[in-house]
């Protein structure tokens, strides 16, 4: 029973080696035209997927190639922009380091100065004051004697016009 078994698949494999998938079995004469063919050898039907299976390792193998290429492509850009960014990086740190030590500098100096001028401002204007406030006290005394002054010019005025009378 055993070798009946093994003799089966054997059978099966060479049947379809020697006549393919024989659908009517085969004709005598061989005379049969491409229409007539009711049968399809194993060879005839895995060549094509052979066939495909070589297109696709193909395909595969350049398209492997396309992915390193365009990979390798695309890290070099990559490194490119990184150097770049670390120039334009150390551009802007020094420019930022010149101008936050030369014109921290000298906006410090600009605000000393400009402090000092306006400590003076108010001193002269304090000064100033002072004097303007004097100044309106002496008017005033000022105008008070010249009123007096005035006063005392009337009252001689009276004198003078009463003793004309007599």
Excluded: C, W
Aim: without cysteine.
């Amino acid at each position: 029973m055993k070798s009946e078994v093994l003799l089966f698949p054997i059978l099966l494999f060479l049947i379809q080696n020697v006549y393919g998938f024989l659908l009517n079995g085969p004709t005598t004469g061989g005379k049969q035209t491409a229409a007539n063919n009711q049968f399809l050898t194993e060879t005839e039907f895995l060549q094509p997927k052979q066939v495909l299976k070589q297109n696709t390792d193909d395909l595969r193998h350049d398209m492997d190639k396309i992915f390193a290429l365009m990979t390798s492509q695309l890290k070099s850009k990559y490194d490119l922009f990184e150097t770049q960014l670390a120039e334009v990086d150390k551009r802007y740190e020094t420019k930022n380091d010149s101008f936050s030590v030369d014109k921290y500098l000298a906006l410090e100096q600009e605000l000393s100065n400009v402090k000092q001028k306006l400590a003076n401002v108010e001193q002269k204007l304090t000064n100033a004051e002072r004097k303007t406030y004097q100044m309106e006290q002496e008017n005033i005394v000022v105008k008070t004697e010249f009123f007096s002054l005035q006063n005392n010019s009337s009252k001689q005025d009276i004198k003078i016009a009463e003793l004309r009378k007599l």
